[in-house]
């Protein structure tokens, strides 16, 4: 793309929104628009306070500005993007639902105190890495110039650099484990003859469709036409052309003159004048 914004209005819609509330969110950070305290995940605070909204936050704070913020971001953009252009092509209710479980599935195991994190974002970053890696498992990825290896070793090389340089290991794992619960449930189970089947629910096609956002292939749900737009322009008829054709026509014969009566003939018992009447309204 030529220009950022270009590349901004290239990108499908669920990675931007979701790259871009990240990086907002941390951003507001730096400018202590708020206290990462009131965004984190704890559930003491949730049940005891119902501070609900602790339950959505804290997956988009994916810590402060750093390499570490950066290379998250960027798996967003490349990986997250693959996915939605790729597997998820036309499917975007199907891709919302991948994340919407992925973070249902990182809160149950946050429960376990051993599992627990005040932020779940870079979890579930994670597990968009894994996803990946298994839809994709002969793609060839190179890590900083130096190493190549396929797609499906990538969250296990991830992995070996966060123990390299000392960070910790729990948040990628658990986001590993949601991944695998994801890609077990819709794709492994059904292939082996599985009889349950992980569906996205009717309520995300209702949602998806009422943003008016991204397409969904085979959809219970019609998309909403008002959704996703300011303005509407002018409401026309179905049969609009048709319509007009015929008022056109018709004011047209309504403007233009009469043709002039034909001259009376000889012997006959026609007035010398006889002529059209008309209404003064006609």
Request: glycine share 6%; proline share 8%; hydrophobic share 40%.
């Amino acid at each position: 793309m030529s220009t950022p914004l270009e590349y901004y209005h290239s990108l499908p819609p669920v990675s931007k929104v979701y790259g871009v509330s990240c990086l907002m969110t941390t951003a507001a950070y730096y400018l202590q628009l708020y206290d990462p305290k009131n965004i984190a995940l704890i559930y003491s605070l949730v049940i005891k306070k119902f501070q609900i909204w602790r339950l959505i936050t804290n997956f988009f704070f994916l810590g402060p500005f750093s390499f570490r913020f950066a290379f998250r971001l960027i798996i967003i953009a490349k990986y997250g993007v693959s996915l939605e252009r790729g597997p998820f092509d036309k499917r975007t209710a199907d891709y919302v639902w991948m994340l919407i479980f992925g973070a249902l599935s990182l809160l149950v195991m946050a429960a376990i105190p051993y599992c627990w994190t005040p932020f779940m974002g870079s979890s579930l970053v994670f597990m968009i890495v894994y996803i990946w890696s298994r839809e994709f498992p002969n793609a060839r990825i190179n890590i900083y110039g130096v190493v190549s290896l396929k797609g499906f070793y990538l969250p296990w090389a991830m992995l070996a650099l966060n123990l390299i340089f000392g960070d910790l290991l729990m948040p990628d794992i658990l986001g590993m484990v949601a991944g695998h619960l994801y890609y077990f449930l819709t794709v492994l189970h059904p292939l082996a003859g599985g009889k349950f089947n992980l569906k996205t629910p009717f309520l995300i096609h209702k949602l998806v469709a009422y943003w008016g956002e991204g397409t969904q292939f085979n959809s219970p749900v019609q998309r909403d036409p008002s959704a996703g737009t300011a303005f509407r322009g002018r409401s026309y008829r179905l049969n609009s052309s048709q319509t007009n054709t015929r008022e056109r026509t018709q004011t047209r014969r309504r403007s233009s003159p009469s043709p002039p009566p034909p001259p009376p003939q000889q012997g006959s018992n026609q007035p010398a004048f006889s002529g059209r009447s008309y209404r003064l309204d006609s």
